[in-house]
């Protein structure tokens, strides 16, 4: 996906263009970062995980056996049902594809992350599926990164406070760095 990101960036912006991503969108947005920095002005990653389950979910056995069918399902299921090309006798393979997805991706290390030069926000639900500290290892593994953690909020962070979580990406995305004025992590940088 992170080859057709840049494809599209290319065949419509035709140069930089920031990037929004939720869950594996952020992940997307984060390998476009690393790929094509010619073409990230800024990247915010919400809910993302740069390391597969375990080491990255907060209840990673909820992946192990989903059912397609179950009642945890049913709201996917519809939505993909309503939008989907290859119909709603597809869903099963798309939900062990996603289980398998999630049990061995993405495989990035902090040293991967530290070479995005693009200014991040990393955003997440303070109850969110990505454990705290996966986020805080990610926030603190990319250089030029900030942190927003949404109160209240699950994974489903942008669909349950959406006023939000636009306020804070539409800030990030319009705004300068302000000076702030008791820095620790970004001592000695310049806005």
Same mark, same amino acid.
């Given at each position: 996906?992170?080859?057709?990101?840049?494809?599209?960036?290319?065949?419509?912006?035709?140069?930089?263009?920031?990037?929004?991503?939720?869950?594996?969108?952020?992940?997307?947005?984060? #390998? =476009?970062?690393?790929?094509?920095? !010619? +073409? *990230?002005?800024?990247?915010?990653? %919400?809910?993302?995980?740069?390391?597969?389950?375990?080491?990255?979910?907060?209840?990673?056995?909820?992946?192990?056996?989903?059912?397609?069918?179950?009642?945890?399902?049913?709201?996917?299921?519809?939505?993909?049902?309503?939008?989907?090309?290859?119909?709603?006798?597809?869903?099963?393979?798309?939900?062990?594809?996603?289980?398998?997805?999630?049990?061995?991706?993405?495989?990035?290390?902090?040293?991967?992350?530290?070479?995005?030069?693009?200014?991040? #926000? =990393?955003?997440?639900?303070?109850? !969110? +599926? *990505?454990?705290?500290?996966?986020? %805080?290892?990610?926030?603190?593994?990319?250089?030029?990164?900030?942190?927003?953690?949404?109160?209240?909020?699950?994974?489903?962070?942008?669909?349950?406070?959406?006023?939000?979580?636009?306020?804070?990406?539409?800030?990030?995305?319009?705004?300068?760095?302000?000076?702030?004025?008791?820095?620790?992590?970004?001592?000695?940088?310049?806005?």
């Amino acid at each position: 996906m992170a080859d057709d990101t840049v494809a599209f960036i290319e065949a419509v912006a035709g140069g930089p263009a920031h990037l929004v991503g939720w869950s594996d969108g952020g992940i997307v947005a984060l #390998l =476009v970062a690393l790929a094509r920095p !010619d +073409l *990230v002005r800024k990247v915010v990653a %919400i809910g993302a995980n740069f390391r597969p389950a375990p080491e990255s979910l907060a209840a990673p056995a909820m992946f192990e056996d989903l059912d397609p069918d179950g009642p945890g399902m049913a709201a996917f299921r519809e939505s993909y049902a309503a939008v989907s090309p290859d119909g709603r006798d597809h869903w099963p393979v798309v939900v062990g594809r996603m289980a398998e997805m999630i049990t061995t991706r993405p495989t990035l290390t902090t040293d991967d992350l530290a070479r995005i030069t693009a200014p991040a #926000l =990393v955003l997440v639900g303070d109850d !969110d +599926l *990505v454990t705290l500290e996966h986020t %805080i290892a990610l926030y603190r593994a990319i250089p030029r990164s900030e942190l927003a953690v949404v109160p209240g909020t699950s994974h489903a962070l942008p669909l349950e406070k959406p006023a939000q979580v636009n306020r804070i990406v539409l800030d990030f995305l319009a705004g300068e760095p302000v000076p702030t004025m008791l820095p620790i992590r970004r001592a000695g940088e310049t806005p």
